[in-house]
């Protein structure tokens, strides 16, 4: 299974995915997110948000690494990379 980073922004004003930021992982598709990072309610809501950017079920996807932080490694199912290409690049930024 492939593993995309992720960096999650929680308290966002709104649920968005997409836009890229340098990671300690490598290039990683940004999350915003409203949950706060209390109690991985954050987390949940990041991988929830991802899953439907991708149009997924959440439980299609596993957290690898970043349990505690905002950049994470999350596990998927084969045959996204267009579409997380897509949602990284610059111009499509807060749209999903």
């Known amino acids: 299974m492939p593993t995309i980073a992720i960096r999650v922004k929680p308290g966002a004003s709104r649920t968005a995915v997409g836009g890229s930021h340098a990671g300690p992982y490598g290039p990683a598709l940004i999350v915003a997110v409203g949950a706060r990072p209390v109690d991985g309610k954050a987390t949940e809501a990041a991988?929830?948000?991802?899953?439907?950017?991708?149009?997924?079920?959440?439980s299609a996807l596993r957290l690898k690494a970043g349990a505690a932080s905002r950049?994470?490694?999350?596990?998927?199912p084969d045959g996204h990379a267009e579409r997380i290409a897509a949602l990284m690049d610059p111009a499509r930024v807060g749209r999903h």
Do not use: G
């Open 47 to 58: 991988l929830k948000a991802l899953a439907d950017a991708l149009l997924l079920r959440p």
């Open 71 to 76: 950049d994470k490694l999350v596990e998927l």
